[in-house]
């Protein structure tokens, strides 16, 4: 497929909220794999689509959340609490594993200019004891 014929983002989208929308309450999720095989939106993985539903949350209608069960529009305020609370412990350990990241890069001699990461002064001491 040649990307004039590739469909867009939006049609994408679209194909995967006519799925999604009939998918109220975490009983009814439907998982990304399933999405893929009934939209044909990315690989039976349903890597494509889970990029397609991060990149479209702003434009769905409702909330999307997603469970180890797959996605869905949460109905009862469990779920919403249940979702957020999983989004706040998923931001918490990335948080987490940025700060040692940086940590570690400083110690090894790495300095941080904006975003930029700034060489030691002597590289052969990066793995020294």
């Given amino acids: 497929m040649t990307t004039a014929e590739a469909p867009s983002r939006t049609e994408e989208a679209r194909r ?7 998918r109220r309450g975490e009983e009814r999720a439907v998982t990304a794999s399933e999405i893929a095989r009934r ?3 990315g690989d039976s993985a349903g890597t494509g689509v889970r ?6 949350l702003e434009f ?3 909330p999307v959340a997603a469970s180890s069960k797959g996605y869905f529009i949460p109905v009862r305020p469990e779920e919403f ?4 609370a999983t989004l706040c412990s998923r ?3 990335v948080g987490r594993r940025l ?3 940086r940590r570690k890069a400083e110690a090894a001699g790495y300095r941080r200019e904006g975003s930029d990461y700034l060489p030691p ?3 052969d001491t990066l793995f020294a004891p």
């Fill in 99 to 101: 700060a040692v990241f």
């Fill in 51 to 56: 990029a397609v539903i991060a990149e479209a």
């Fill in 81 to 84: 609490r249940h979702y957020d």
């Fill in 121 to 123: 002064p002597r590289r």
């Fill in 91 to 93: 931001l918490r350990e």
């Fill in 60 to 62: 769905f209608p409702h």
């Fill in 16 to 22: 995967i909220w006519h799925v999604l929308a009939s």
């Fill in 39 to 41: 939209t044909g939106v």
